[in-house]
């Protein structure tokens, strides 16, 4: 039978917006490049001396943009620092808050460590260690945070928002690393590594986005309607030409077609950073994709 | 007051009472008047453009069989609030009586409640800037009185009380008439529940008119 609704009262649409994408891209980039340093550091620092130097700089400013960033994100901006003390231990945003502190201290460390201070060269272990395990706290909250809100928004409520968030942030921060690197016009070997490691990431984050996608696709009539805004509604262009062509599939073919190409597996720079702008562009399409088409679907 | 007033609760609040509030909305009785939203409105100073009870209409059929349906809504002052465990300052609060309520002193303004209501009953106050919805109007219910969109509904399609209270008029019309809450799957138990709820009416989403348009809209003219 035909309905229609006739009159309703909205009342916010999208309740998070445009800062509140640039807060998870940028935190993605900061959780992921503490890990990118401190796996460079582990593995052998010596030979991937400027991924573990850059990623923990890399680190460090984008904890300094993106919090401002989410503190103006507020309605309420000058409340911020209540969040310290009146943390519910039942909200992601607690959780982020600790998570983006820690971080952001250990951060500092890192470069501390890079530098060879010697106050902390001792306690490398610990703050490598500690350290990621903030950065993946602060990799895993933002996608928690739209997990927990609820149902009947399907694609938040999909679980595997969480390992799509975290594999999102790891090819951020080697997406950016790499073209940080690559326009220093050395470090080949860095590049090729940074390279078929970011394509692999970049293919299972291809065969997440389709389950993602085909999971809701399938489900109740509301959860359909919400995955057709991404695949064929106001998302679409974003959807196919931002994050699967422009960040996915293109990308995965430049990195490998030239780490196989290459003798000795090695990736020019210039291939390198063209690659690199066109897995951030994709990175931050999904971030939009999931934050703002995830809401589109009117609640009533 | 007399006790026995149809506008007066019994005087009982909340704390230490094992009251739990809560109210049915018979859909039978109701004729879209937007009474509820005009009473909530001048009782709460709403400010324009955001609405803690408000009514949604959904036309069904093809004509000449067409019918309007009315679904009149408010904040479910769930039994198990998912915006409660979002807030991350303890903002949102449940009082032992079962109202959801928001300290407005506390709030940031994170709209992390907002994206966790499954009801879109919630919004940021134009003029406080903080988290805003319905709050049973417990500033009357402690005093004794009912709800102001209660009072206010000319076709008496509303009944607020004590669901705890098997006597209540709300336990006694519950018990004759199969109710509905909105969205039961999601676990959030409203204490609002209707009666005559054709599902397809609340399925159907969208349609987006108001007087002054959406809230974004609203704050733009309040900056």
């Known amino acids: 039978m035909n309905a229609i609704v006739t009159y309703n009262v909205p009342h916010m649409v999208e309740p998070w917006g445009m800062l509140i994408v640039v807060h998870f891209f940028l935190s993605g980039l900061a959780g992921g490049s503490f890990i990118t340093s401190a796996a460079a550091s582990f593995f052998n620092e010596e030979r991937y001396k400027k991924t573990a130097i850059v990623a923990s700089y890399l680190a460090f400013l984008a904890i300094l943009i993106d919090v401002p960033i989410l503190i103006a994100d507020l309605d309420r901006p000058e409340r911020f620092f209540t969040l310290l003390f009146r943390g519910s231990m039942t909200a992601p945003l607690t959780w982020g808050t600790w998570f983006l502190i820690g971080l952001g201290l250990f951060s500092v460390l890192n470069i501390m460590l890079k530098m060879g201070n010697p106050a902390v060269k001792g306690s490398k272990g610990i703050i490598l260690g500690l350290g990621s395990v903030f950065a993946l706290g602060v990799c895993t909250y933002t996608a928690v945070a739209l997990n927990i809100a609820t149902d009947v928004r399907p694609i938040w409520s999909n679980g595997i928002l969480i390992p799509i968030f975290i594999a999102a942030s790891g090819i951020t921060a080697i997406a950016t690393t790499s073209l940080i690197i690559s326009l220093g016009g050395e470090g080949k070997e860095e590049l090729s590594c940074l390279g078929s490691t970011n394509a692999g990431l970049l293919i299972l984050q291809l065969i997440m986005v389709i389950s993602l996608i085909l999971t809701t696709l399938t489900g109740t009539p509301m959860s359909r309607q919400a995955a057709t805004i991404i695949t064929s509604g106001d998302m679409a262009m974003l959807f196919w030409g931002g994050l699967i062509v422009v960040g996915l599939l293109i990308p995965i073919f430049l990195l490998w077609s030239s780490s196989m190409a290459k003798k000795e597996g090695r990736i020019s720079p210039g291939i390198a950073a063209l690659a690199s702008v066109l897995v951030l562009i994709g990175v931050f399409a999904l971030r939009y994709i999931i934050v703002s088409g995830g809401q589109m679907l009117p609640l009533t | ?223």
């Open chain 2, 1 to 223: 007051m007399k006790k026995n007033d149809e506008y007066y609760t019994g005087g009982k609040k909340g704390a230490g009472k094992n009251v739990r509030w809560g109210m049915v909305i018979d859909l039978r009785r109701c004729i879209g008047c937007h009474s509820c939203s005009i009473h909530c409105k001048t009782e709460n100073e709403v400010p324009v453009g955001v609405y803690r009870a408000w009514v949604k209409y959904v036309d069904k059929g093809t004509y000449p069989d067409v019918r309007r349906n009315f679904l009149p809504r408010l904040c479910n002052h769930c039994e198990h609030p998912m915006c409660y465990r979002v807030c991350p300052t303890k903002a949102t609060y449940k009082r032992d009586d079962g109202a959801v309520l928001i300290d407005n002193d506390k709030c940031i303004g994170c709209r992390s409640c907002i994206t966790a209501c499954p009801y879109d009953a919630r919004f940021i106050n134009p003029v406080t800037k903080t988290a805003d919805k319905c709050t049973f109007c417990v500033h009357r219910v402690d005093k004794g009185l009912i709800p102001s969109c209660v009072q206010g509904c000319i076709g008496r399609a509303r009944i607020f009380g004590d669901l705890n209270d098997p006597n209540s008029e709300i336990s006694r019309y519950l018990a004759k008439n199969p109710a509905k809450q909105l969205n039961p799957a999601t676990g959030n138990e409203p204490s609002v529940f209707y009666i005559g709820l054709d599902e397809s009416v609340e399925e159907e989403r969208g349609g987006v008119t108001s007087v002054a348009g959406t809230q974004r809209e609203a704050r733009k003219e309040a900056i």
